[in-house]
């Protein structure tokens, strides 16, 4: 692994200094997993760049029980007898729905169906109750507790595993780099022991709970992260070792009992509700917690765009069949289709570990090099490619596609564990791997620079291209004179530039976003004013765009803007708030202190 690692980085690193000269002393460099997993977030950008905003209306009915005098929220799912559009109906690259026997809401109609929903009586459809159930998950795997961790602590898979070793080290808990979601049989008795001490019987599952792996390339070669020891220690014994520390231990000592523990058990309701003209049918659905089993120790969280239903947190009234209700209002409200979401830390690990791209031990120093070589950055807790990571990736996926290949990366790992395990011999292949390699480096060494530079015109075209109103790529100059605009490699870095130079010295950023920012924040933008009566100035510093406030120059003050906040997005509301902070929103109860909001360094 080792030498195919440094095959692929010592030859990839030369040819890509070769042609992208400015940036050789700038820590430019590719790897084999590290591209791999580089690409995937430009993949994922270019996705992004071709989707399609598509707006739709939602129609909410809140009902009153007229026994019990409560109120639930339905939503209207069917319109004249056709099902109503939601935002997995309509397509991500194209205007308009899937399919043609769903009707869409636009404005027009729900202010329609608003209006016949007032003028009718309601009454309940259909009710459908059935006893469901939530299995525990499986103990921590490497992939999983970075994943849980991230989205629990906001932890970054480096720092999880700078914690886990810690833990390790003093003895509290078992080796953290594994696949494997099996536990011994010692661990099997602790987790027993401490579940009848601390619930009772009824929570410790009637057998043992045995987890398949379903991880591609799983090795399997330790057991899952667990509490070490035969009998689990407490919380507060880690606390002595720092709080990190102790807040990983606790979720790992939840997870590892959690998954011997009983299902938690729910009871699923299911009401469909129609007005009297019958064209307009609401549903509403609810669960209600009968046994909490697992759910006493612990919960699973989910990414921010899981799909995941909520149901469990829906609370219903008892209702009967044939019941009349009561409408207390109705909410039209407009949504946008949403592009791909951006991979956060613990979308990007658990995507790597499903395509079965480097080992769990890896994770944590690919994210880690992704950062500090600025090919990404970090914004609202998703990455975003920088120029500098989509102009590698273009050059790699043009020039040597096969090695950047998720399939290809994924079967080389079959193929490196195989060697692991003696079944093949470690030189057939390192020979097979380089005799190929070798072929295709050779090749590229014969490309001209400016060769290469069209071909990535090409394949970043999507990103760095604006499209005219039939879809298709434009590059012409504004100059006027017949001047092409194409990418070039300056001191700095990748920049756009026309073909007219030196007549024509137009340049702009690799990034459109990047440049309609330059382009809007050219001049000092006048936003409004504060209440106070002092003009609000949008401007542009050194370290980006800030809030300029006052009248006189001796009062003036800056305020930055936030990382994430676009200066586009910036309207009088959003420059009065930021001009507002700090802001002091009460009083913390346990020492009457001050909670004070604030823009600082980090957000």
Not at 259 to 283: G, L
Not at 446 to 454: H, N, S, Y
Not at 508 to 534: H, N, V
Request: some cysteine; overall charge neutral.
């Amino acid at each position: 692994r080792r030498a195919i690692d440094r095959i692929v980085g010592f030859s990839f690193s030369p040819v890509l200094w070769k042609t992208l000269r400015s940036l050789k002393n700038k820590g430019l460099s590719a790897g084999r997993v590290q591209s791999v997993a580089l690409k995937l977030l430009v993949d994922r950008e270019k996705l992004r760049n071709k989707f399609v905003e598509n707006k739709f209306y939602s129609i909410d009915a809140e009902i009153i029980d007229t026994n019990s005098k409560e109120i639930f929220k339905a939503n209207l799912i069917s319109y004249d007898g056709k099902p109503v559009a939601k935002s997995d109906d309509f397509g991500k690259f194209d205007i308009g729905l899937k399919d043609d026997k769903i009707i869409q809401v636009d404005q027009n109609l729900a202010k329609k169906i608003k209006e016949e929903c007032n003028a009718n009586n309601w009454t309940i459809n259909n009710i459908e109750s059935k006893p469901t159930s939530s299995s525990p998950a499986p103990p921590f795997t490497t992939s999983t507790l970075q994943q849980d961790a991230s989205r629990r602590f906001g932890f970054s898979p480096k720092r999880t595993m700078v914690v886990a070793q810690k833990l390790y080290e003093q003895g509290f808990i078992t080796y953290m780099r594994t696949d494997s979601t099996h536990l011994s049989s010692e661990a099997l008795n602790a987790s027993k022991t401490f579940i009848k001490e601390s619930f009772g019987n009824e929570f410790l599952s009637d057998k043992t709970n045995v987890f398949k792996n379903k991880v591609a390339n799983a090795q399997e070669a330790h057991e899952a992260i667990r509490p070490a020891g035969t009998k689990f220690r407490n919380v507060k014994d880690v606390q002595k070792i720092g709080l990190d520390e102790a807040k990983l231990y606790e979720l790992i000592l939840s997870r590892t009992v959690a998954s011997q523990m009983q299902s938690a058990e729910f009871e699923r309701t299911v009401v469909d509700i129609a007005d009297e003209s019958k064209k307009n049918i609401f549903r509403a659905n609810g669960s209600v917690e009968k046994f909490d089993g697992f759910l006493k120790v612990y919960k699973e969280i989910k990414d921010d765009d899981s799909k995941e239903n909520n149901d469990e947190e829906n609370k219903l009234p008892k209702l009967l069949s044939n019941e009349n209700l009561k409408l207390n209002e109705i909410i039209n409200e407009q949504h946008f289709t949403q592009p791909p979401p951006r991979y956060s830390e613990a979308s990007l690990v658990k995507k790597l570990e499903e395509l079965g791209i480097g080992r769990p031990s890896t994770y944590a120093s690919i994210i880690s090099v992704l950062s500090t070589r600025n090919y990404v950055e970090l914004t609202n807790k998703k990455f975003i490619p920088t120029d500098r990571g989509k102009l590698i990736t273009a050059f790699l996926d043009k020039l040597f596609n096969k090695y950047v290949d998720y399939n290809f990366t994924a079967k080389l790992e079959d193929s490196l564990d195989d060697i692991t395990s003696g079944k093949i011999n470690w030189i057939d292949v390192l020979s097979q791997f380089w005799d190929q390699f070798n072929s295709n480096v050779n090749e590229v060494k014969e490309l001209r620079t400016r060769a290469i530079l069209d071909m990535l015109n090409e394949s970043l075209a999507d990103i760095i291209f604006d499209k005219d109103e039939n879809n298709k790529t434009q590059r012409t100059c504004q100059c006027g004179d017949g001047g092409e605009l194409s990418l070039k490699v300056g001191r700095f870095g990748a920049f756009i530039g026309c073909s007219k130079y030196p007549e024509c010295k137009f340049t702009r950023p690799l990034s459109r976003i990047k440049a309609a920012q330059e382009d809007f924040m050219s001049e000092p933008k006048e936003i409004g004013d504060t209440d106070e009566g002092k003009k609000i100035v949008l401007k542009k510093g050194r370290f980006g765009p800030y809030l300029q406030v006052g009248n006189e120059e001796k009062e003036m003050k800056n305020f930055s803007i936030p990382k994430g906040i676009s200066p586009n997005d910036v309207d009088l509301d959003k420059a009065k708030y930021l001009s507002g902070l700090p802001k002091i929103l009460g009083k913390y109860p346990e020492n009457n202190e001050d909670i004070t909001l604030n823009n600082g360094r980090f957000g």
